[in-house]
Each structure stands twice: as C-alpha cells, then as structure tokens.
C-alpha cells in the first residue's frame, strides 16, 4: 500500500521556538493532506487541510498564525509550530488520502511527537 | 456528519475471534463504512471499508447489517499485535470521489491477553 512518511518522529524544544515537521507521500502523489492532533488519551482532531498550490484551510480554533502549513509539492507538505508552548506538546499525525474506483483510502504517516519545554 | 457509536473497550483472548461492533443508524445511503485502527504512538492504518455487502480482506471481515445502521468488524484470529484503537467511520461521498478527512470518535480500545 501507500506509505506516508513524517520527519522528525520526535522533538523536544524550549517553549519560544519553532518546530518544522515534514510530511511526504512516498509513492503516490498527493493534492491534498490533513493534520490531526492527538492529545493523550484521546482522539484525533483535524487541524487543517493542506492543499498543494494554494492556501491550506484551518478547522476553527486553529491559529493559522500559529500553525502554519506549506504545501509545496505533491508529495510534501510541512506543519511549522511558531513560537510553541507547552499546550502545543501533542502528537501531530499526517494522512494523505488517494483515489479509488470505488471509494478513497487515507494513509496516515507515523506521526510526530512534540514536546516543549 | 452521520453519528457513530462503539463501546470504549472490549478484552479478548489471544487466537480467538474478535467481533467489534458499531452502531451508525445516520449513515446516508451513499456513505462508506470504513474501519481504521490505531496501535500505540503510531498514526492510524486502514483495516477495511465497505458499502453493503460483507467484505473480506487479509486482516479482517466486515459484516454490514442489512439496514445499514450497523456494522462489525471482525478479526478471525486475534494476535497481541491487534492490540488498538479500532474507529468506525462513515464516509461521506461526493461524485467523484470523497477526498476528505476523516472524523474520528472514541472508538473501541482493544486489549488482547495471551
């Protein structure tokens, strides 16, 4: 099946700072992908959609000042954190979906834990 | 969005069958059933999907009730490795295909003991 990487799995960094990750769709090309957060012990959330070559669109509540999404290409889209905070420690998931006859299948990359300080 | 209800966990023994259940009475006639899971810190993976039929595939059947209101996922042979999250989730289609995100509930925590 498809296979959709993130980079870093992990990352710790003091509160201030920014924090990129990467998400690529390996072997298939992807217009679009989503970013979902998950907080301990509970579900995903959706984030935003990230659209290749145009402006992603963010769920309400999302600081699209904050969390800012690139997608440059149709395998690679990047979540920066700004100046992240300790509330922004979570785990960030990216899924790319792809097209079917029949109906669309997601592929979720492994996700990254952030942690900061 | 249609609503889905699953219990919050179940327990299960090692090489036995698992039968997952979900209610979804608001699924639209055009929605597909899919199932996901989530094993511990990592992203979530696609088990099966299906419309109306029972499907199978080499990690799960899915049984899809008649009315459409409920479906189960199951797992023929349970392994400590299907140790998850299980998410039951309509999708919702659109001509020419979905392509969007998923909503994701509580889903069923599964323990299996060796």
């Known amino acids: 099946g498809a296979v959709v990487s993130q980079h870093p799995s992990w990352v710790i960094c003091k509160s201030g700072t920014s924090v990129k990750i990467e998400c690529r769709s390996l072997d298939f090309q992807a217009t679009t992908m989503f970013w979902y957060r998950q907080f301990p012990k509970q579900s995903l959330m959706l984030m935003a959609t990230s659209n290749e070559g145009s402006k992603a669109t963010y769920e309400q509540g999302v600081e699209k000042d904050k969390f800012l999404i690139n997608h440059a290409s149709l395998t690679l889209s990047t979540l920066t954190v700004t100046s992240a905070h300790p509330e922004d420690s979570s785990f960030y998931i990216c899924?790319?979906?792809?097209?079917?006859?029949?109906?669309?299948?997601?592929?979720f990359g492994p996700g990254t834990r952030l942690t900061v300080l | 969005d249609a609503k889905t209800t699953q219990p919050n966990s179940m327990e299960s023994n090692e090489e036995e069958p698992v039968h997952l259940p979900c209610n979804h009475s608001t699924i639209s006639g055009t929605d597909y059933i899919h199932w996901y899971r989530q094993l511990p810190s990592q992203g979530p993976e696609y088990v099966i999907h299906?419309?109306?039929s029972n499907v199978n595939n080499r990690m799960a059947s899915l049984a899809i009730a008649e009315d459409r209101k409920s479906s189960t996922l199951i797992l023929h042979r349970a392994t400590l490795r299907d140790a998850a999250v299980y998410y039951c989730i309509p999708i919702i289609k659109n001509y020419g295909g979905s392509q969007g995100n998923l909503i994701f509930g509580k889903g069923t925590k599964l323990s299996v003991k060796p």
């Open positions: 899924s790319a979906p792809t097209l079917g006859e029949s109906t669309d299948t997601q592929y």
């Open positions: 299906g419309l109306t």
